[in-house]
């Protein structure tokens, strides 16, 4: 037996057979091996019926392999189809897109990525299918339910330990000799099947969500595509540069309306040499807004960096103001906010554009936000940028080139309030996901550290998983 186990941590001596790889001990590789982490998920003083075990005593390696057939339709998942920080898939492949052997797996199985594994990529498989050689197959143990152990391989603790036990500096990548060794108290089976219920209850929420979400957005996309080729005034239509649009509108520049006065000059926040360093981030100060700060339509101010005002005041420009209609426009192209009501002022890096509208007579800077989301200007702004390479980019330049549909101001504020409504229902969506995946993350760490206890509660039998 490895001399490394705790001695109070009992061990179940397995075989490797059918595929299963659950060696009883594990060689060292003379000095090779990184230090195993200290984190675990074993709980002192030990709850009555739990029992403490290594991860190896609660699942077995799944080892079967699988030569993909040309034109076959066994589906294939690599990483890329896991999700990430949640036990879900986002896609599969199939056999045909492979060549080289793979590990098959079945249902109940459970994958997990392990490369770069604080990704998060882990599930159960609910079809049978043959996975990527970066993802690990784990089969449930008798003493362990697959429902619950789909959960156990997304906590921290677990995740801390697979962070850990990595080997390589570009492509890090833990093992199962190191995963086997990992630590755990483990419920009896009843827990383990309250514990699962609870979190996939939960899961279904917050899937629901994603399900409005990306309805909606779809919904919205479809109809500012219909609402920007007719209008909303059923008039004709007259045929432009940029195809179809209302008869009356005006098919302007960015630069048009900073002839007229309508705009003033956008400006993004590119400081050259004086552009703060992490050194200069703080808690709390003027908002350092990225383009990953935009979403959904709002400007994260929770999530962001902050400077000093000190430090922001010494910068050139970037200076965004309450109401100026932000753009992404370096790597992630196409990203749009309004900026809300602020003691002072947001600070731009070089990502991120304001349009700031100065005749709000002639132009609603809600209405601009609307159309510089619509698919109208969406396309040509990431035709122009490159949209999908790593060095998507459209600088100012260019962006005073892109078009914009110019309705009479009442149809403006008509088309805006009709966007958002939609983006509402969005943001509330955005908002209970959050809140259920906070809740998500709250109550897999408490159960698995017994801290909050279902072993008492009753819930619909039907509902429970059963043998």
């Known amino acids: ?13 397995s075989k490797s057979k059918h595929g299963l790889e659950n060696p009883s001990s594990v060689k ?30 609660v699942c077995d390696r799944v080892k079967d392999s699988h030569k993909p057939v040309e034109g076959g339709s066994t589906p294939y998942v690599g990483l890329e189809h896991l999700a990430q920080g949640f036990p879900a898939f986002v896609g599969r492949g199939t056999e045909s897109d492979i ?46 339910e697959s429902d619950f152990l789909k959960y156990l391989i997304h ?35 009843p827990e383990q099947k309250k514990i699962a219920h609870i979190l996939s209850t939960v899961q279904r929420a917050i899937e629901a969500q994603e399900r409005i ?34 008869k009356s509108w005006e098919v302007l520049t960015v630069q048009d309306l900073v002839d007229r006065n309508i705009l003033d000059k956008p400006i993004d926040g590119n400081h050259g040499e004086i552009h703060p360093k992490v050194s200069d981030f703080v808690p709390e100060g003027i908002p ?27 910068l050139r420009k970037g200076f965004s103001l309450p109401g100026d209609v932000l753009i992404s426009h370096k790597a992630t192209i196409g990203e749009t906010a309004i900026v809300p009501e602020i003691e002072h002022y947001i600070m731009l890096t070089p990502q991120v554009t304001y349009y700031r509208v100065l005749d709000r007579d002639a132009l609603s800077n809600q209405y601009l936000r609307c159309y510089f989301d619509s698919p109208t200007f969406q396309k040509p702004l990431k035709n122009v940028a490159g949209d999908g390479s790593t ?25 805006a309030d009709v966007s958002g409504r939609l983006d509402e229902k969005i943001r509330q969506a955005i908002a209970k996901k959050n809140a259920f995946s906070d809740l998500f993350r709250t109550l897999l760490h408490e159960m698995m550290k017994a801290k909050t206890r279902v072993h008492k509660h009753d819930f619909p039998q039907e509902d429970i998983p059963h043998d």
């Open 1 to 13: 037996m490895n001399a490394k186990r705790n001695a109070d941590i009992p061990v179940r001596e």
């Open 155 to 189: 906590s921290d603790e677990f995740i801390g330990h697979a962070q850990s036990t990595t080997s390589g500096v570009q492509h890090p990548r833990t093992s199962w000799p190191s995963l086997r060794e990992f630590r755990l108290s483990l419920p009896p089976l």
């Open 288 to 314: 350092f807004i990225m383009a990953s700060d935009l979403k959904g339509g709002s400007v994260n101010l929770k999530t962001c960096n902050f400077i000093t005002k000190e430090r922001a005041d010494r």
């Open 213 to 246: 979400i990306q309805t909606t957005t779809e919904l919205k996309k479809a109809l500012m595509h219909k609402l920007f080729t007719e209008g909303l005034r059923n008039e004709p239509q007259k045929q432009t540069e940029i195809g179809l649009v209302p």
């Open 28 to 57: 060292e590789n003379s000095g090779e091996d990184r230090a195993m982490s200290d984190a675990n998920l074993l709980i002192k003083p030990l709850p009555t019926g739990w029992e403490n075990h290594q991860f190896a005593d």
């Open 391 to 415: 060095r998507a980019y459209i600088g100012i330049t260019k962006q005073r080139g892109l078009p914009v549909l110019l309705p009479e101001i009442d149809e403006q504020r008509e088309l």
């Open 99 to 144: 060549k080289s052997s793979k590990t098959a797996f079945k249902i109940g199985d459970i994958l997990f990525g392990k490369l770069r594994p604080y990704l998060r990529k882990g599930t159960q498989a609910d079809f049978e299918g043959i996975s990527s050689t970066d993802i690990l197959v784990f089969r449930a143990a008798e003493i362990c």
